[in-house]
């Protein structure tokens, strides 16, 4: 049985959430591969509406086992009070499980974020102060604290120790901050040691047995392909690897255990944050996508920018990812326009590329080259099958797909969790 990536394929903010979810009941375990909880989905189920931030969509389904996988930093106030909450709804949460190679983000991870991002001024990047970037920044310098360090408090009190040697000569000295206590830090991490332990597991054994044993286990990205470290807008990215290769060191599933990599699409463009968005609009257009579309992070509750469908945006995402299919989210939000812009090309100093740029300063300088596309009036939040879409609506689909260069195996049609037309299966 096979092992699926789900990721986004523009800027993060696709419908990762739903997309998940609506596999739910068809996997066994749904992964989290990489982030923290700088990331965010919405799942609305029935007049109940639920926001996600370091749990896997799948937790909402009782019968998938949720992994949090070795390629997440993790929050442990926030995962706990995340729990909670979900409990509070009636969610049962006991399936959860967290490897123990998971990172921990601490109160001098979110000091440090914080203050960095102010000391940058008018070059800040975006980040949401959630201490993502220096946990990544610690586990790629060997001085990360790992979930199974909070069950030996020596180590754990060695970690720290090593960690704020140097960060408080920065504090101190850079930046004009008091210094943090290494027993303030251990005593406060140690506080969750009890509450985690029952959950936490060797989880890239447990998911290979799994898929030894014929289960479908389900990979799901945060963020989204033009948010990776390696491949995104950089510097304007996230911390990780949110594309197809990080679900492989996130979780510790080899490649060739992989069967389908399904990227979701938004049927226009968002992103949050700083950083180069060609088809960005700034006028009544781009203030209805927000209204309709509801577009405001699920994390930092900011409200998104957003612009027209970029089809070289697309196209780079099924390269870089190896995309099998595509899930098309928010065909609805487009409803009530005469005409629809899908940005095909960019022009680049006078020349025309259907590529991304290869060069930031490139990137910077591209704009648009719009086709326009003919739209559709018709309430479309009730179509089950393709045929019950407008011809033009479908006909924008069609046209999507095309220029994407992967097929579109489902589209989103409305919030709720079942307005959406399953064209070809994304699991057998």
Not at 60 to 81: C, H, R, Y
Not at 186 to 212: G, H, I, K
Not at 239 to 262: F, L, M, Q
Not at 349 to 356: N, V
Request: net charge negative; glycine share 12%; aromatic share 6%.
């Amino acid at each position: 049985m096979p092992a699926i990536v789900l990721l986004g394929s523009q800027w993060g903010d696709e419908g990762k959430g739903k997309a998940t979810d609506l596999l739910g009941d068809r996997v066994d375990y749904v992964v989290r591969y990489q982030g923290g909880n700088n990331a965010g989905h919405t799942v609305v189920i029935g007049d109940k509406k639920f926001a996600l931030h370091l749990l896997p969509s799948g937790i909402l389904t009782p019968e998938v086992i949720p992994v949090i996988g070795n390629g997440v930093v993790i929050d442990p106030a926030v995962l706990l009070e995340e729990i909670a909450g979900l409990n509070a709804q009636g969610v049962d949460t006991s399936k959860l499980l967290i490897s123990a190679n998971a990172h921990l983000i601490t109160s001098y991870h979110v000091t440090l974020d914080k203050v960095t991002e102010r000391f940058l001024g008018k070059a800040q990047i975006g980040t949401t102060g959630r201490g993502i970037g220096p946990t990544y920044s610690d586990k790629i310098a060997r001085v990360g604290i790992r979930v199974q360090d909070l069950f030996d408090e020596s180590i754990l009190r060695q970690k720290v120790e090593g960690a704020l040697a140097n960060k408080n000569q920065v504090l101190v000295k850079v930046f004009n901050r008091r210094a943090i206590e290494v027993d303030a830090v251990v005593e406060d991490l140690l506080q969750y040691a009890d509450a985690l332990r029952p959950l936490v597991r060797d989880t890239s054994l447990l998911l290979n047995q799994a898929l030894d044993q014929g289960k479908v286990v389900l990979l799901e990205g945060g963020q989204g392909t033009l948010l990776d470290v390696d491949h995104g807008t950089y510097p304007f990215v996230t911390s990780s690897n949110p594309t197809a290769g990080g679900a492989c060191t996130g979780s510790g599933i080899g490649p060739t255990r992989i069967d389908r990599v399904v990227g979701i699409l938004k049927a226009y463009t968002t992103r949050v944050g700083s950083g180069p968005f060609p088809t960005e609009l700034f006028d009544e257009d781009g203030e209805k996508l927000r209204t309709i579309g509801g577009e405001r992070g699920v994390t930092t509750g900011r409200a998104r920018r957003c612009g027209w469908f970029d089809a070289p945006i697309a196209r780079f995402a099924t390269r870089v990812n190896g995309l099998t299919d595509t899930f098309l989210t928010k065909l609805d939000v487009l409803t009530g326009w005469d005409e629809i812009p899908v940005c095909v090309a960019y022009d680049v100093d006078g020349e025309r590329t259907t590529e991304i740029p290869m060069t930031q300063t490139e990137f910077h300088h591209a704009t648009p080259v719009y086709q326009m596309i003919p739209g559709w009036s018709e309430d479309i939040s009730g179509a089950t099958t393709l045929a019950e879409l407008p011809k033009n609506a479908r006909a924008y689909v069609e046209f999507l797909e095309e220029i994407s260069g992967t097929r579109i195996s489902a589209i989103g049609v409305g919030q709720d969790r079942n307005a959406t037309i399953a064209i070809n299966d994304l699991i057998s």
